[in-house]
């Protein structure tokens, strides 16, 4: 995986797919965000609009608090 590439990932619990973008690919280890729908209390730092990916079909946010480091 490199910086940039998105993949999809279910959630068990929920059943639900999200979409996970790579930020950062150096040393062996990569930093990976979910995508998720942009409510009002949303962090609206990175904002994502419909067709700026496939997957996007509402307005949606990068969610920080659930990126993983791996």
């Known amino acids: 995986m490199k910086a940039g590439d998105t993949f999809l990932l279910r959630y068990p619990i929920i059943e ?19 995508f998720t729908t942009r409510w009002a209390n949303s962090d609206i730092t990175c904002p994502v609009e419909v067709g700026e990916h496939p997957f996007v079909k509402y307005p949606s946010v990068i969610s920080y608090q659930h990126g993983r480091l791996f």
Do not use: A, N
Request: aromatic share 16%; charged share 25%.
């Open 16 to 34: 639900d797919k999200h979409l996970w973008v790579v930020t950062y690919d150096r040393d062996g280890s990569i930093i990976l965000f979910s």
